[in-house]
């Protein structure tokens, strides 16, 4: 089955404890995202990247480091994270890069403490 | 950046048409209009697109003034599945951020 997976779903944390949040995608696809959302602030895009080892920043990409070592792997990793990081997190690919159709994963809710 | 602007929420009877619109009126020639809705805080899912002409699929329809500067989404009969927020989002190619606003809460009625 086509489809982007993260991991963890769910996550509780500590501030200043790194974290990792995993997205892979089996579609072959070239374009990837991260986003966040928060109430009343609507989808906000994190990173982006183009194809493997290419990575550019979005809107609110402070706090926030990505890599794409592969082209089915982009993972977004919290250095230190802080209680502002807490959020609903989606990972998102599409064969290309926009406007081309995204898939979103199913979400990963993050709090930080 | 681009930016299109919606209601926040509107109500819809179950069964009836819903008309959700939305306003570009900064769209530049290449630049497309896309749908997607977010059912609770599940991943968004596309719904449909559109550059110029009107489109149609199985899920809805998608209606384009001659102008391009706004556009209406139409879910042909709604359900309280279609309970969800709507994101019209403006798209250009070449320009790789896709910004996202709040979209419309659409709240189908029984």
């Known amino acids: 089955e086509a489809q982007v997976t993260q991991n963890p779903r769910y996550l509780i944390t500590v501030t200043g404890k790194k974290l990792t949040v995993t997205c892979s995608q089996n579609?072959?696809?070239?374009?990837m995202s991260w986003y966040r959302q928060d109430p009343g602030l609507g989808l906000r895009q994190i990173y982006y990247?183009?194809?493997?080892?290419?990575?550019d920043k979005g809107d609110v990409p402070e706090g926030y480091k990505v890599s794409r070592k592969e082209k089915r792997n982009f993972p977004l990793i919290l250095e230190s994270p802080s209680p502002n990081q807490t959020s609903l997190y989606f990972c998102?690919?599409?064969?290309?890069?926009?406007?081309?159709?995204?898939?979103f994963g199913p979400g990963t809710r993050l709090t930080v403490l | 950046d681009a930016k299109t602007t919606q209601p926040p929420s509107m109500d819809c009877a179950e069964g009836r048409a819903a008309n959700l619109p939305c306003n570009h009126s900064?769209?530049?020639?290449?630049?497309?209009v896309y749908w997607y809705r977010q059912i609770h805080s599940q991943g968004p899912q596309y719904i449909i697109h559109g550059l110029k002409n009107n489109e149609t699929n199985e899920m809805a329809s998608l209606i384009i003034t001659e102008d391009r500067k706004s556009s209406t989404l139409i879910l042909p009969h709604a359900t309280l599945r279609d309970t969800a927020v709507y994101y019209c989002i403006q798209i250009s190619g070449g320009y790789q951020k896709v910004t996202f606003g709040i979209g419309t809460k659409l709240q189908v009625i029984p």
């Open positions: 990247s183009m194809n493997v080892e290419v990575t």
């Open positions: 900064t769209i530049s020639g290449n630049e497309y």
């Open positions: 579609m072959n696809h070239e374009y």
């Open positions: 998102a690919s599409s064969l290309y890069a926009p406007p081309d159709t995204q898939y």
